[in-house]
Every structure is written in C-alpha cells, then in structure tokens.
Nanobody
C-alpha cells in the first residue's frame, strides 16, 4: 500500500518556476510514478511520468522542454520541476503511482493518488 502527499504548489507569475514534491509512505519506492493535473471544468490530464528506476521519463507535449520529473528512491520522493510557467498550467496537480512495470499516460491505470496541490500562474 502507498500513501502520497504532494507539496510545493503556490502562486507564481507567468515565466516563473515552481518545484512540486510528492512524498510516499514506506521504506522503498518501487512504483512507476506520474504527475497529472486538472483544471476546473476540464478532465484530468497526464503531465509526466518516470520509470521505477528513474531512468526513463515521459512528458505531455504541452510541458515537454519546460517540466522535469525526477525521483529519489532513497527518500521515497518524486518531484516535478516546472519552469517557464504559463497561465494555462494553472491546475490542481496530483501525484500518482502504479505497480505497472511500464509507465502509462492514462489516469485509470494508476492505483494510488495524492490529494493534490494547487498551482496558479498569473499573467
């Protein structure tokens, strides 16, 4: 069983940066991890994912080149560094985990979810 807690959200101006963190329970971090986001009135969408080892990463086209996902298995954490933020990045950001061996971009494949952290980007 895994419990996830996100932190690091806040209000930033367009062009600014934020770093989100997700802390997982347990002594080890053996799951594929991902970040999703959901804005009011919109469906939850994939943002980024990382393999269990952290050796492979995947990004939505909308954030590629601006966001970086990373993980520290020794600390049971996964982070999302967000640079060059745009107003359209405004959303609740959710950390997710799956026991799948290969990363997926579909929300229903993920077994565990955090409560989310709000990111607001002003113009």
């Amino acid at each position: 069983q895994v419990q996830l807690v996100e932190s690091g959200g806040g209000l930033v101006q367009a062009g600014g940066s934020l770093r989100l963190s997700c802390a997982a329970s347990g002594r080890t971090f053996s799951y594929v991890m991902a970040w999703f986001r959901q804005a009011p009135g919109k469906e939850r969408e994939f943002v980024a994912a990382t393999s269990r080892s952290g050796g492979s990463t995947y990004y939505a086209d909308s954030v590629k080149g601006r966001f970086t996902i990373s993980r520290d298995n020794a600390k049971n954490t996964v982070s999302l560094q967000m640079n060059s933020l745009k107003p359209e990045d405004t959303a609740g950001y959710y950390c997710a985990a799956t026991r799948d061996s290969i990363a997926t971009t579909t929300a229903y494949e993920y077994d565990y979810w955090g409560q989310g952290t709000q990111v607001t980007v002003s113009s």
